[in-house]
């Protein structure tokens, strides 16, 4: 079971370059987020959480610029359904992948020298949940997003039996069961048949513990719970969590936006 065995890895390795990389972009800075990345990657070339997280940059770049962190989006399904008002970008989706592919590379190099490697692990739960969240937001592939993001959530798991303490981890464990907990009663049984995991409590449960003690996926996880929240109908919960994440972050106007429509 998860979190039974004495931690290995001391939780996740907090690097000052990712820190300020991961603050960067959610700040919407995503060409000095991009450039931090970099560095890190020309110190640490076997780091295989540089990489990823220069393709995290690109996702959430993308994200901006089509608007689809936007409250609106996640609290109507409908949205899930339609098409973007503009195009992905070729461009962009090309070095995504790129940097996905390089970060994957060098987690296996990692991981075929010791399975138990933490950081290598932690490195393939974003490359999935990454991927997922492009499958699901961008190019509208719900049955490729289904698959990669079970996949995230088991590497999560195996990582998290490791080490209990690995807060950013439960961040995929959070997302798949909260997120396919909202599907129709029907839907959900489809999906556990498939090995989803589809319990909303346990997956906002979860979703706390990266959203208090996340490293560099606690900004993403408050928003889903503000996001939560919203759905609730918790509307002051919700107000709480945007003005801190505003005061935080005050380049994004996503939670500007928000905080505007609550009011």
Known sequence: MVGLTLPLCGGVQTKPLLVTGYRQMYNLDFGAAHVTFAKHMAQHPEDPMGPVSDAAAFLFSEFDRLHILQGEFFLHDENFRSKHKLAPDAAANQL???????????????????????NALFASVLVRGLRSDYYGLIERRYWKTLQSTKESRQLAEQLLAIDGDYHDAWIAIGVENYLLSLKPAPVRWVLQLAGNKTDREYGLEKLRITAEKGTYLRPFAQLLFAVAALRDKRLDEARSILRGLSAEFPRNRLYVEELARLR
């Not at 992948?97 to 138990?116: H, I, K």
Request: glycine share 4%; proline share 4%.
């Open 96 to 118: 995504f992948e790129r940097r996905l592919a390089e970060g994957e590379a060098l987690a296996q190099r990692r991981l075929s020298a010791d399975p138990r490697e933490c």
